[in-house]
């Protein structure tokens, strides 16, 4: 065996992934409040880099003309009277919000009563003491406990403090103005648990009144609210989303649009590019030279992620024109793959691109991802499922569809084959009852 060395060559094809290529390909990926951020801190960190106030400018003009033939717009010439910062406005929380209406209903000597009510109840508004707990805990008489928590529980929202479901409900039906009231509080103190389980027969058999008043008193009791203080809940607020691409119907076509506020419109900056350009051959040069090649990159990074989440909704426009045409139970059945091969992608870049990315449509605002999924017979387990609720929604709710009866209707009405297990795991998942729990005992 001879052993020795030798020198080859050979030539290898490999992607390397430079922290430049990492970070276009998290560009890509971003939201538009993500996207947002990162560029803000490049801004601070690139002097060669600044927002195209011009272009921001023009877009709101344009904006602001749409809608100008509906409204009046009052221009005083004071910026900040417009600011859209001044719009918002700081959430309170459950506590703050019952603690500011104290003063409107208790005494001075009654105020650290409400407070230790309001500071004793849980996520949902329900009171976790007793009155003879609180009563031991701040040495005061339950009877003027009762008193206080009596006039809290009429603050807004209707309903907090209550010890159980049985009493907010209680609470809330007496705040209404209803000829009802009388009715709906005995099914209340009498049938609770007949109300739970939709056991209105047992009712109407032991209430001599007439079954129509019986039924619409049951459903003014549907209407009130378990949680009154579910609104509140930490973490539950609005959230206002920006599209990022924009579908409009054009004289029976539609076409695409890039929602320029949803990404930010970049330039370099003219007065650092000029001392660029005077300082050739120096350290402020070499520093200048580094930044600019940086804001260019980053520039034209923002510009292919604008035509890569271009070229995708364009053809999700042009794979599923049924559903923009007549909605959501037209949605074709359609996977990532086959986007990426209409737009020559891999199916990854497709699915950074879409991520956290939303469009506005004749037929709503959806999220990307929304158009992508499974189905039967080229049709989208959305649109069946949109399908089945339609068949539960018209149904006679004294005798509702099975299950078996909904795959029957399915493929009679739609032509779609869909078996009776894969019928109750779509039901399931958009939160309908079962054929039982939807029956309503006359």
């Not at 002097?47 to 033939?69: A, C, T």
């Not at 031991?136 to 006039?151: D, F, G």
């Not at 807004?156 to 609470?171: K, S």
């Not at 070499?286 to 990159?297: E, I, P, R, T, V």
């Amino acid at each position: 065996m001879e052993l020795g060395f030798n020198l080859n060559l050979e030539q290898k094809q490999k992607l390397v992934m430079t922290p430049q290529l990492q970070i276009a390909i998290e560009l890509l990926q971003y939201s538009s409040h993500e996207l947002e951020d990162y560029v803000d801190e490049e801004l601070k960190n690139n002097p060669l880099l600044e927002k195209d106030e011009n272009n921001k400018n023009e877009l709101e003009k344009r904006i602001l003309n749409q809608y100008s033939h509906n409204y009046q717009y009052n221009n005083s010439g004071n910026d900040d009277e417009y600011n859209y910062e001044n719009f918002i406005c700081y959430e309170p929380n459950l506590i703050e919000h019952l603690e500011t209406q104290l003063f409107q209903v208790l005494d001075d000597d009654e105020i650290e009563i409400g407070r230790y009510i309001v500071g004793n109840l849980d996520e949902d508004g329900f009171l976790t003491l007793s009155v003879e707990n609180i009563s031991q805990n701040i040495n005061e008489t339950p009877e003027k406990i009762n008193s206080v928590l009596r006039r809290v529980q009429i603050l807004d929202p209707v309903g907090v403090a209550a010890r159980n479901l049985q009493e907010t409900l209680l609470i809330q039906l007496h705040s209404l103005v209803d000829e009802r009231n009388q009715l709906a509080e005995k099914i209340i103190l009498n049938f609770f648990n007949e109300v739970a389980e939709r056991n209105y027969r047992k009712i109407c058999n032991n209430i001599k009144e007439k079954k129509e008043s019986i039924l619409e008193a049951i459903n003014m009791i549907k209407g009130l609210n378990p949680r009154p203080a579910a609104a509140f809940k930490k973490g539950k607020k609005t959230n206002y989303i920006l599209p990022d691409i924009i579908v409009k119907q054009i004289k029976g076509d539609y076409v695409v649009i890039m929602n320029d506020m949803a990404s930010p419109i970049l330039r370099i900056n003219p007065k650092y590019y000029k001392l660029l350009q005077e300082t050739e051959g120096d350290d402020t040069y070499n520093y200048l030279h580094k930044k600019f090649k940086s804001a260019l990159w980053l520039i034209k990074s923002i510009e292919q992620r604008r035509i890569t989440i271009y070229r995708i909704v364009k053809s999700i426009v042009e794979m599923q024109r049924d559903f923009f045409d007549n909605g959501i139970k037209h949605l074709y059945s359609m996977t990532m793959q086959d986007i990426a091969d209409k737009i020559s992608m891999h199916e990854s870049t497709v699915s950074r691109a879409t991520n956290d990315k939303y469009v506005q449509t004749p037929q709503g605002l959806f999220e990307l991802k929304f158009f992508f999924s499974s189905g039967v017979d080229n049709t989208s387990s959305i649109s069946i499922k949109a399908m089945i609720s339609e068949f539960i929604v018209a149904e006679n709710k004294s005798s509702p569809y099975s299950d078996q009866q909904i795959s029957e209707l399915l493929y009679e009405r739609e032509g779609i084959d869909l078996s009776r297990r894969t019928v109750a795991k779509y039901r399931k998942e958009i939160d309908l009852p079962s054929s039982l729990q939807r029956k309503i005992k006359k």
